[in-house]
């Protein structure tokens, strides 16, 4: 893949001049496709609503075509050795490596997020092809001690099958590698549907996979608008030919997919919304506290299921926190992921800009204090919100109880320990939860009794591939990254020798 971005009218348009086919075509069974019924859907900068390319809509027998070449594939796929596919992954990371910067640029071009956040993801994204190239040769059975002499009792691990995989726009390339990464180490082969947003920078790694030499049919990536995402789902769920699927994205359409896995009790891993407290306790360095709460709130734009979500202040440590937060926040420099100088991007979409926006007026209407932003940022585009910080947050607002996955930061002030606990567990979420404390055995207390599957203490950045991510409660099932990442993708076959 060589995407050269050639500078036109401004510095900040960029169009790719070269292997152009590479984006209107969706890749299956090592060849690039369209749609049966050539139907194809446009793929537009959230930053200027600009076309970046046009993608195939691929509707369900296409995507059956895919599933039957994934199915033909995995046989060959999975007869190779841990060995083997363990260097197929590394060719695929070296070239995601050389490639890291076109990556990122197709990224901004398609997420909006900000060229510096786009190379880190990109960094990030690479590192789970290399873990999991690392991973595949330590898949490793056991031989257990039997309670009978003329037995012997061994487990050994075998992937599961074609694995489908359907993908958000937050993270382009990181929640299709974490995810793809773990499948192809384990030997099983896959589908991938990625967001109707952000399908290039899938197209981007599928010609990688190529290049790579990973064999055809091995790793498919299927386009589909939004209208078809829900028949493709469904195909997914119900397909003998799917082993297992993996799902990152909201909260409602995991629920869907769960149920639609039930009638053929298919293994699914969820990786859905989080609603994370940060909380900050009298103990805590509120210079790091700030730090990190930038971090955790700003990255993406708010739009990362691990944001803070709610920030929970200690009385006696809360108006100076507030001070320096919104002193912190003068510092984001909204515009065109292109702009070096920018650290934040417009939202996706008008959904969630709409959204963000009902959320913002309903603490309005109930009482809450702007005390930065509270409005669209329409002067740097349509999608843009200006960040935002809500004080006098009350437990009957919206942005209290709901995901915000925009740039707001409500805060709220707590007595104790204990009220801090109460109310950052009370929610049906349990993905991430952040606290910043210098008190030894308020860390542990408190990150023992915090209901989620992930903490940050005094630290608002979390994600690592050699980390095990996922929630409990409605967050989710399973856990990527890490060697747990790979247990989605295998089955324990226990094998019993006899008459020894
Ligand atoms: P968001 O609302 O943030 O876009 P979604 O959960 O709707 O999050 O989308 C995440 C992924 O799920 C995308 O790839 C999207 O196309 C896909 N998707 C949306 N609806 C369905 C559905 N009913 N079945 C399967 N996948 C779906």
Redesign the pocket.
């Given at each position: 893949m060589m995407f050269v971005l050639q500078k036109i009218s401004n510095i900040y348009k960029a169009v790719l001049v070269r292997n152009l086919h590479l984006y209107n075509k969706s890749y299956v069974n090592g060849n690039w496709v369209s749609a049966a019924c050539n139907k194809t859907f446009d793929v537009k900068n959230p930053a200027d609503g600009s076309l970046v390319g046009t993608v195939p809509d691929m509707a369900v027998e296409d995507v059956q075509i895919a599933l039957e070449k994934a199915y033909e594939a995995f046989h060959i796929w999975q007869e190779i050795t841990a060995k083997e596919r363990s260097l197929f992954l590394r060719k695929w990371y070296d070239l995601m490596v050389k490639n890291s910067e076109e990556l990122a640029n197709i990224m901004t071009l398609e997420s909006g997020k900000p060229m510096i956040e786009a190379r880190g993801e990109v960094a990030y994204g690479n590192s789970f092809i290399e873990w999991f190239s690392e991973e595949a040769r330590r898949i490793d059975g056991e031989i257990i001690q039997s309670p009978v002499k003329t037995k012997q009792i061994i487990l050994n691990k075998q992937p599961i099958g074609v694995a489908a995989l359907?993908?958000?726009?937050n993270f382009p390339h990181a929640m299709i590698t974490r995810k793809a990464g773990a499948a192809l180490a384990a030997g099983c082969s896959c589908v991938v549907?990625?967001?109707?947003d952000t399908p290039l920078t899938a197209l981007a790694l599928a010609e990688l996979s190529r290049e790579a030499g990973i064999p055809k049919g091995v790793f498919n990536v299927v386009t589909?608008s939004?209208s078809n995402?829900?028949s493709?789902?469904?195909l997914f769920c119900e397909s003998p030919l799917v082993a297992g699927i993996s799902?990152t994205?909201?909260t409602?359409?995991g629920k869907?997919?769960y149920q639609q896995c039930a009638s053929g009790v298919k293994r699914l891993g969820l990786e859905l919304g989080g609603n994370a407290p940060f909380i900050v306790f009298c103990s805590a360095d509120i210079d790091k506290a700030v730090q990190g709460a930038i971090a955790s709130k700003f990255r993406n734009c708010g739009q990362t299921c691990v944001s803070a979500n709610r920030f929970l202040i200690q009385e006696n440590v809360y108006d100076i926190f507030v001070e320096k937060l919104k002193m912190a926040m003068k510092h984001i420099v909204l515009g065109n992921g292109l702009d070096p100088q920018v650290t934040a991007g417009p939202l996706i979409n008008v959904s969630q800009v709409n959204k963000v926006q009902s959320i913002v007026q309903d603490a309005l209407e109930k009482g809450a204090q702007v005390e930065a932003g509270g409005n669209p940022a329409i002067q740097h585009g349509e999608l843009f919100y200006e960040p935002t910080l809500l004080t006098n947050v009350k437990e009957n607002m919206l942005c209290y109880n709901e995901e915000i996955f925009g740039p707001v930061a409500p805060c709220i002030s707590f007595k104790t320990e204990e009220e801090a606990l109460k109310i950052a567990n009370n929610t049906n979420r349990g993905l991430a939860g952040y606290f910043y404390s210098n008190d030894i055995s308020q860390i542990f207390r408190v990150s023992r009794k915090l209901e989620v599957g992930m903490v940050g203490v005094n630290e608002g950045i979390i994600s690592t591939a050699e980390a095990a991510f996922g929630g409990i409660k409605e967050s989710g099932i399973g856990r990527e990254g890490s060697r747990h990442g790979i247990d989605d993708f295998v089955y324990i076959k226990y094998m019993c020798l006899g008459n020894l």
């Open positions: 359907i993908t958000p726009w549907k990625p967001a109707e589909t939004r995402a829900a493709v789902g469904k799902f994205g909201s409602q359409v869907c997919l």
